[in-house]
C-alpha cells in the first residue's frame, strides 16, 4: 500500500479546501482509509476514516461540523472536504490504510499504514 496526499494549499479563513489521497498500487482494499494532520511540534492528530467498504464515516470532535470524507473506489482515491477553515486546521495532512479489520476502524495513526508524503495546509486569520 503506498498512498500519496494532494491538494493542500495556504487559504484565509474560512475558505475551502479538498484534499486527494489515492492508492498508487494495483489493487488496494483496506478495512478503512483515514485522514490526520500533524501540527509543528505536535502529535500526528486523527481526523476523519471511512469504510472501504460500505459508507461508514468517523470524524474526530473538531472535524465533525466542517469537514466531509469520501471515496471513488473506482479511482481508488478519498477526498476530504474541509470547509470553514480555521487557522487551528493548520498542518501537515497525511492519509493512510488500516488493513486489518481487529475492533472495527481505528483513530491510532499505528494502526495505519502506507504513509506516503502528506500535504500542507495552512490557514492564516
Known amino acids: 500500500v503506498q498512498l500519496q496526499a494532494s491538494g493542500g494549499g495556504l487559504v484565509q479563513a474560512g475558505d475551502s479546501l479538498r484534499l486527494s489521497c489515492t492508492n498508487s498500487?494495483?489493487?488496494?482494499?483496506?478495512?478503512?482509509v483515514g485522514w490526520f494532520r500533524q501540527a509543528p511540534g505536535e502529535e500526528c492528530e486523527f481526523v476523519a476514516a471511512?469504510?472501504?467498504?460500505?459508507?461508514?464515516?468517523y470524524y474526530s470532535a473538531s472535524a465533525e461540523e466542517r469537514f466531509s470524507i469520501s471515496k471513488d473506489t473506482a479511482k481508488k482515491t478519498v477526498y476530504l472536504q474541509m470547509n470553514s477553515l480555521e487557522p487551528g486546521d493548520t498542518g501537515v495532512y497525511y492519509c493512510?490504510?488500516?488493513?486489518?479489520?481487529?475492533?472495527?476502524?481505528?483513530?491510532?495513526?499505528?494502526?495505519?499504514?502506507?504513509w506516503g508524503r502528506g500535504t500542507q495546509v495552512t490557514v492564516s486569520s
Open positions: 493512510g490504510a488500516q488493513v486489518h479489520s481487529i475492533a472495527g476502524v481505528r483513530t491510532e495513526a499505528h494502526e495505519y499504514l502506507g
Open positions: 498500487g494495483r489493487t488496494f482494499d483496506p478495512h478503512a
Open positions: 471511512i469504510r472501504w467498504s460500505g459508507t461508514s464515516t
